[in-house]
Nanobody, 122 residues
Framework: QVQLVESGGGLVQAGGSLRLSCAAS????????MGWFRQAPGKEREFVAS??????YYTESVKGRFTISGDNAKNTVYLQMNSLKPEDTAVYYC?????????????????WGQGTQVTVSA
């Protein structure tokens, strides 16, 4: 079983930055592809970014602002978020998939973290 623990959320003003971290344990990190999803109040969970062995993919609304990266030595995936907007406010979830390719569909992820709140004030 894989455990994922997110950290780094918080309150930031519009235009600011945050870096989310997701530490994985219980399985070799390099055997997984990793992703970030978010869920705003009253909305469905949506894909944000995915990372697999250096390959990345982003949802259109965060391209050029967010960067996903992974550190195999630390079993950790990061989401660097710059130029944050109020519409980025959500609970952000880290997810891991055994498919080992970039994955954008939530149902194809096998492991989920508990989520971390990101709030961007105007």
């Amino acid at each position: 079983q894989v455990q994922l623990v997110e950290s780094g959320g918080g309150l930031v003003q519009a235009g600011g930055s945050l870096r989310l971290s997701c530490a994985a344990s219980g399985r070799t990190f390099s055997d997984l592809s990793m992703g970030w999803f978010r869920q705003a109040p009253g909305k469905e969970r949506e894909f944000v970014a995915s990372w697999s062995g250096g390959s990345t993919y982003y949802t259109e609304s965060v391209k050029g602002r967010f960067t996903i990266s992974g550190d195999n030595a630390k079993n950790t995936v990061y989401l660097q978020m710059n130029s944050l907007k109020p519409e980025d406010t959500a609970v952000y979830y880290c997810a891991g998939s055994r498919l080992r390719v970039v994955v954008v569909i939530a149902d194809l992820y096998h492991y989920w973290g508990q989520g971390t709140q990101v709030t961007v004030s105007a």
